[in-house]
C-alpha cells in the first residue's frame, strides 16, 4: 500500500500508474503530505520553502491531487494561503 504513495489521482504516477478510486484516501493524504514535506524541509540540493510557497504548489498540481484532502491538508496545516 505505502508503495503507492507516488501516485496521482489521474493516474500519472508511479509504480503502477493507479486511478481516482484505486488509490486510497489513506495514500491520498500521505502523498500530499510526503509532497509538502519535502518541499519545506531542507535538503542537501536545496533551500526550505515557505509553507505557504509549498501549498501554492499543490493547488498548482490541479488532478493530480484529491482536491477535497488537499483543502482539507490547508486547514489542518494551518496555511494562509487561499
Do not use: W
Not at 519545506?40 to 491531487?65: F, H, Q, T
Amino acid at each position: 500500500m505505502m508503495v503507492h504513495h507516488h501516485e496521482y489521482v489521474d493516474g500519472s504516477g508511479d509504480p503502477h500508474h493507479l486511478k481516482a478510486s484505486q488509490i486510497s484516501d489513506l495514500v491520498r493524504i500521505i502523498t500530499i503530505s510526503d509532497i509538502f514535506g519535502a518541499l519545506v524541509e531542507r535538503r542537501a540540493y536545496k533551500n526550505a520553502m515557505s509553507c505557504d510557497a509549498a501549498y501554492k504548489i499543490l493547488l498548482n498540481m490541479g488532478p493530480k491531487l484529491h482536491a477535497d484532502l488537499r483543502r482539507e491538508f490547508h486547514f489542518v496545516a494551518g496555511l494562509h494561503v487561499s
